[in-house]
């Protein structure tokens, strides 16, 4: 990842440090040293005050009854409590993983299916073809937003306008967005609507893959399917794959819609109580902090396993050219 | 459910013959199909529009979207429906986004020349630790800091939301600089380095004019993600004074239940305005940017 540090010593600044050149060392590596902390400094600083020392913080919190309204000398140390609470005592918990995956299950294959889809479509460069990625892309930069996520709640709901467009094939519709069965499902298609950004990359993709592979297979008498089975998905993978780590873990983070949607409940029934939902409401509704505290945790390594899978399974579809097979 | 999900999927199987043999029935197809889906695909934010200009009794009657009249109160309506004319949050909203954009710029592109051209002990070490962060959950994290944060006095103030961007904890946009000062010619700094320039001249007077698109895509990409961020702006703001587009629309919900839908849409239509800008003017950035680093 690094670059290489081989330099012709040439390059070396001709007025360095004599006692670093006594060392036998490069006197670039010495200001450098200097100067590389330097520029990085800004970056060191947050790593450790806003990541590090905030992450160890919180492994502590969990162990706690932290609750941010009283003072420090309250706060007491419950061992385990709050995660065999979790695991053995808070149904909500349950509901809300559910939800999570269920969401991030289903919406991240079909949102990488219709990106993969569209990008096909688009990738022989034809007139307009500028234009319909730019309006497909709209969406995934709308998305994400308060508003939008107003629209799609009124949209759905029963006197939306998807119940008036059901309504023309003589189908009675209700309302979606209140039935715990359908809820997640527009969340879902919410998600699935922002296919923009993975078809961006999947273009990108498609056009490293040669040309040639595709004339060879032509000589060769076979058909679209199979150049598409044989050529295509091979040489895609590694950007598929890379598609649904990223995917997979946004997908896990779904807020937004969910708390605008249930009016920050995670209603109805829980069916939207997505697995941040759930931990907003724990930290900041029921100033429970320790126990937010310990969900985070249990979060983050949740993600770390999942996406250790993700990475495990790519050993037996993900294909690199410069690999031997 | 899956219904917009099957027609999108559809065509793949289609593609690899259409683009094969462009014969002109093929081409037809290949086009009208892509005219529905854009059509299916923009409707959500067609309806928004067009039912921000309609009157309450209106947006709910039918899905179509060519309105029988224009209620352009619906605007002024909405701009004052909350304790503070709309105006208010848009320029908190810019604050923020201001903040944050001069923050990332400055400190990861600093970070950046650092890691791409720098040779010091531990670098490797410290850009497997960057690359790490960039997939880190703001929810690990987020309790404690509001807990610090609180204690700092910095609730209902936007320093929760900018300081961390001047401490480059956006390392997406790091990684992406890193990426595109590799791909600048050594010859250019070497030969700065030889007039005897040192690195933070070289940095300012070499790189950075040099990696401008890289920061035209952080800038644009820091603009709509901030606009857009709703999580963290919910937990630190709740001041109505404060409150940035997102917290405000959303308390717009509760304030107007089944009173004044249009105007509800009319607001929303105002807070995608900038998003939507933003898109006309940087389509090129956030295209290259996506595509390269793969950024969402």
């Known amino acids: 990842m690094a ?27 010495r200001t450098d040293g200097i100067a590389g902390y330097l520029f990085l400094s800004p970056w060191l600083l947050g790593l450790l005050t806003i990541t590090a020392i905030p992450m160890l913080m919180s492994l502590y919190l969990s162990f706690t009854n932290y609750d941010v309204l009283s003072d420090w000398e309250s706060m007491e140390w419950v061992g385990l409590d709050n995660y065999r609470t979790m695991f053995t005592d808070d149904p909500s918990f349950w509901h809300a993983v559910q939800t999570t995956l269920v969401f991030a299950l289903v919406a991240t294959p079909l949102k990488l299916a219709a990106a993969l889809g569209v990008a096909l479509l688009l990738n022989r460069p034809f007139k307009g073809a500028g234009l319909f990625r730019g309006l497909f892309y709209l969406p995934s930069l709308l998305g994400g937003s308060v508003a939008l996520a107003i629209v799609w709640v009124n949209m759905f709901n029963r006197d939306g306008a998807f119940n008036s467009f059901l309504s023309w094939f003589g189908i009675e519709g209700k309302a979606w967005v209140n039935d715990p069965d359908f809820a997640l499902g527009t969340l879902i298609l919410l998600a699935v609507w922002q296919f923009g950004a ?44 890379f598609n649904l780590v990223l995917e997979t873990i946004n997908g896990f983070q779904g807020f937004t819609s ?11 029934v829980d069916s939207t109580l997505m697995y941040t939902l759930h931990l907003y409401i724990k930290g900041w509704n029921e100033y429970q902090m320790g126990y937010a505290s310990a969900m985070a945790w249990v979060f983050l390594l949740a993600i770390g396993l999942v996406t250790a899978v993700v990475f495990r399974t790519g050993r037996f579809w993900v294909h690199y050219s410069d690999g031997e097979d | 459910m899956t219904d917009l999900a099957e027609r999108v999927a559809a065509p793949t199987a289609k593609v690899d013959q259409a683009v094969r043999t462009p014969g002109p029935w093929r081409s037809i197809a290949k086009h009208t199909g892509l005219i529905l889906l854009t059509l299916v695909m923009l409707y959500p934010v067609i309806w928004m529009v067009v039912s921000s200009l309609r009157p309450n009794e209106e947006i709910f009657r039918s899905p179509g979207v060519i309105p029988d009249s224009f209620r352009f109160e619906n605007y002024s309506e909405g701009w004052n429906a909350l304790s503070s004319p709309f105006g208010h949050y848009l320029i908190n909203s810019a604050i923020v986004v201001l903040g944050c954009i001069i923050g990332n710029l400055v400190s990861c592109s600093m970070a950046a020349y650092a890691f791409a051209r720098l040779e010091f002990r531990g670098k490797k070490l410290w850009f497997a630790i960057m690359l790490g962060t960039i997939m880190l959950p703001i929810h690990v994290i987020i309790v404690p800091q509001y807990v610090m944060f609180s204690q700092f006095g910095w609730v209902n103030t936007f320093l929760p939301l900018i300081v961390p961007k001047l401490l480059a904890t956006d390392a ?44 035209a895509t952080t800038t644009i990409f820091t603009f709509i993600w901030t606009w857009n961020d709703f999580f963290s702006q919910l937990i630190y703001l709740t001041d109505p004074e404060m409150y940035t587009v997102p917290v405000a629309l959303r308390s717009y919900v509760d304030a107007t239940v089944s009173t004044s839908w249009g105007s509800m849409f009319a607001m929303s239509v105002v807070s995608l305005l900038p998003i939507f800008l933003a898109f006309l003017v940087g389509q090129r950035f956030l295209i290259k940017g996506i595509a390269t680093t793969g950024i969402k």
């Open chain 1, 258 to 268: 969910a708390f605008v949607l249930s009016n920050g409940t995670g209603g109805p």
């Open chain 2, 172 to 215: 997406f946009f790091v990684f992406l600089m890193v990426q595109f000062i590799r791909g600048l010619p050594r010859e250019l700094d070497e030969a700065a380095r030889i007039d005897g320039a040192g690195h933070p001249r070289i940095f300012r007077q070499v790189i950075l004019p040099l990696m401008l698109p890289a920061l």
């Open chain 1, 3 to 29: 670059t290489t540090t081989a330099r012709p010593s040439s390059t070396r600044p001709p007025a360095g440090p004599a006692a670093a050149q006594r060392r036998g060392r490069p006197a670039r590596h």
């Open chain 1, 198 to 241: 993975p078809m961006v990359i999947f273009l990108a993709g498609l056009k490293q893959v040669p040309v040639e592979l595709y004339e060879a297979a032509s000589v060769d008498g076979a058909s679209p399917w199979r150049k598409f089975i044989n050529i295509t998905l091979p040489m895609l993978s590694p950007v598929i794959f």
